[in-house]
């Protein structure tokens, strides 16, 4: 466990919890509201606050916080102009533009998928999604995708013991996920029809750096009444994995 590890950091780890919490919950958060999403107790939550407003990153009015520009700092690493957000946004661009749907790179978060670039058309789905959002991996393109490839016990790890039917057509059964997840691994890309949202089908290819480790994924998202199944394979397909292709030339290039 990372407690027993000597060089685990108990206090910072709290104090990112704390930090991470606001992205869910919104500004505005009381030391109660926190601690019960968190988990925390209060006075551990309250040190962190402290700790948090005496960096910059959040500032208190009267008893409720919210978070500062500060954070931004943070991610200055991330977002920098040799990113894989950076290197990914205008080849995104240029995709939409080309096929005239939504695209999006993904990676990893914990049991999420979290959206690091995004080119968007009109919205397709009552979910709003941006930069930083996060959907369930085990039901999302992407995060098939990311899953077809790891191991049995990193799939457990990484999926719900049981599956919630967000729609008809979600496959919520887990036998049926691992069979969807192995066709993804074989055929390279895996495709979503309906099961995240209702009108929403989406296909989604891997992104790999120089080395050929699996780092992202790249997905097209569609409405369902305007772009078949055997529209996604045969039309948008061969222009993601493109798409994809040319992330990796960039990645070699300056990562």
């Given at each position: 466990?990372?407690?027993?590890?000597?060089?685990?950091?108990?206090?910072?780890?709290?104090?990112?919890?704390?930090?991470?919490?606001?992205?869910?919950l919104?500004?505005?958060?009381?030391?109660?509201?926190?601690?019960?999403?968190?988990?925390?107790?209060?006075?551990?939550?309250?040190r962190?606050l402290?700790?948090?407003?005496?960096?910059?990153?959040?500032?208190?009015?009267?008893?409720?916080?919210?978070?500062?520009?500060?954070?931004?700092?943070?991610?200055?690493?991330?977002?920098?102009?040799?990113?894989?957000?950076?290197?990914?946004?205008?080849?995104?661009?240029?995709?939409?533009?080309?096929?005239?749907?939504?695209?999006?790179?993904?990676?990893?978060?914990?049991?999420?998928?979290?959206?690091?670039?995004?080119?968007?058309?009109?919205?397709i789905?009552?979910?709003?999604?941006?930069?930083?959002?996060?959907?369930?991996?085990?039901?999302?393109?992407?995060?098939?995708?990311?899953?077809?490839?790891?191991?049995?016990?990193?799939?457990?790890?990484?999926?719900?013991?049981?599956?919630?039917?967000?729609?008809?057509?979600?496959?919520?059964?887990?036998?049926?996920?691992?069979?969807?997840?192995?066709?993804?691994?074989r055929?390279?890309?895996?495709?979503?029809?309906?099961?995240?949202?209702?009108?929403?089908?989406?296909?989604?290819?891997?992104?790999?750096?120089?080395?050929?480790?699996?780092?992202?994924?790249?997905?097209?998202?569609?409405?369902?009444?305007?772009?078949?199944?055997?529209?996604?394979?045969?039309?948008?397909?061969?222009r993601?994995?493109?798409t994809?292709?040319?992330?990796h030339?960039?990645?070699?290039r300056?990562?």
């Amino acid at each position: 466990m990372t407690e027993r590890d000597p060089d685990y950091m108990q206090s910072l780890a709290r104090g990112l919890q704390v930090l991470e919490a606001f992205a869910v919950l919104g500004q505005r958060q009381s030391v109660a509201g926190l601690a019960a999403h968190t988990g925390l107790a209060r006075g551990v939550v309250a040190r962190c606050l402290h700790t948090l407003v005496r960096t910059g990153h959040v500032e208190r009015q009267d008893r409720h916080f919210s978070v500062l520009p500060g954070v931004l700092r943070l991610a200055d690493a991330f977002l920098s102009d040799r990113s894989l957000p950076a290197l990914a946004q205008p080849l995104l661009e240029q995709l939409r533009d080309e096929i005239g749907e939504s695209c999006s790179l993904g990676v990893f978060d914990r049991s999420d998928i979290l959206y690091i670039a995004r080119a968007s058309r009109s919205s397709i789905m009552t979910i709003g999604l941006r930069v930083g959002s996060r959907l369930p991996a085990w039901c999302t393109s992407m995060g098939r995708v990311l899953l077809a490839e790891l191991p049995p016990a990193d799939r457990d790890a990484l999926i719900p013991a049981t599956l919630p039917r967000l729609t008809p057509d979600t496959v919520a059964n887990r036998a049926a996920l691992d069979e969807k997840l192995d066709e993804a691994l074989r055929d390279g890309f895996a495709l979503v029809d309906q099961e995240l949202e209702a009108g929403l089908r989406s296909i989604a290819v891997p992104v790999r750096d120089p080395e050929a480790r699996l780092i992202a994924a790249l997905n097209v998202g569609t409405n369902a009444l305007e772009r078949s199944i055997d529209d996604l394979r045969t039309r948008i397909l061969p222009r993601l994995q493109a798409t994809a292709a040319a992330l990796h030339r960039e990645i070699g290039r300056f990562m």
